[in-house]
């Protein structure tokens, strides 16, 4: 899938937004790929969502702050897939094994994931936290398996323009200036008249607090 979001993230992509609707390509919903390997079939997709980070800054003296944001923190999220044909039960085997991590020399890697659910907050590629086992939970011979991922995406590199990239949101009503912020112009000139005092009081050889 290409890009639903333009560059400027000031909506979905006209051209890719109906491939999304789930009224107008209902098959798309009804599947999901993970590592190539497509499930086509009921599946129930639990919890996911795009997590941002911020960090608030406490301004001084003032019942006010600022909030910087940080970037994405993934969250995970659960993957229910039911079996409920003789086919799709052949299947599960070798499609659940991607899920399956050992403790050899090489690290578990991540896999690409495509679902138009996921994939409009962002979510293209995971890792497997854990894997449920198959069970039966009707009479009517439904399976299901829950399988819980969580979104991957490397770390920028240091020194990257990637790795040092945060903002401060501003606001189309800015908050007053109070008398205890230092942003305050009066008190940045009462500060440097007080400093040019101290200044004039050393060059007389008075500093401040000699008696």
Request: charged share 15%; net charge positive; no cysteine.
């Amino acid at each position: 899938m290409s890009n639903p979001f333009p560059p400027s993230g000031t909506g979905a992509n006209p051209a890719i937004a109906p491939g999304l609707n789930p009224f107008m390509l209902p098959s798309r919903w009804d599947q999901i790929t993970i590592g190539g390997q497509t499930w086509a079939g009921k599946i129930d997709i639990r919890g996911a969502e795009r997590f941002y980070k911020w960090q608030p800054k406490d301004t001084r003296g003032a019942e006010s702050w600022n909030d910087t944001y940080q970037g994405l923190k993934p969250k995970p999220f659960t993957i229910v897939f039911f079996v409920y044909t003789s086919s799709q039960g052949a299947s599960w085997p070798a499609f659940s094994s991607q899920f399956m991590y050992f403790g050899n020399k090489n690290a578990p890697q991540p896999v690409t994931i495509s679902h138009p659910s996921l994939f409009m907050l962002g979510i293209t590629s995971v890792r497997v936290n854990k894997v449920g086992a198959l069970h039966k939970i009707s009479d009517d011979l439904m399976f299901a398996a829950d399988v819980e991922f969580q979104q991957w995406q490397p770390a920028p590199q240091p020194g990257s323009a990637a790795a040092n990239v945060t903002s401060t949101p501003t606001s189309a009503k800015a908050r007053p200036t109070t008398p205890y912020s230092p942003s305050n112009p009066e008190i940045k000139n009462l500060e440097q008249r007080i400093e040019s005092t101290k200044a004039a009081l050393r060059s007389t050889g008075n500093p401040p607090g000699s008696s």
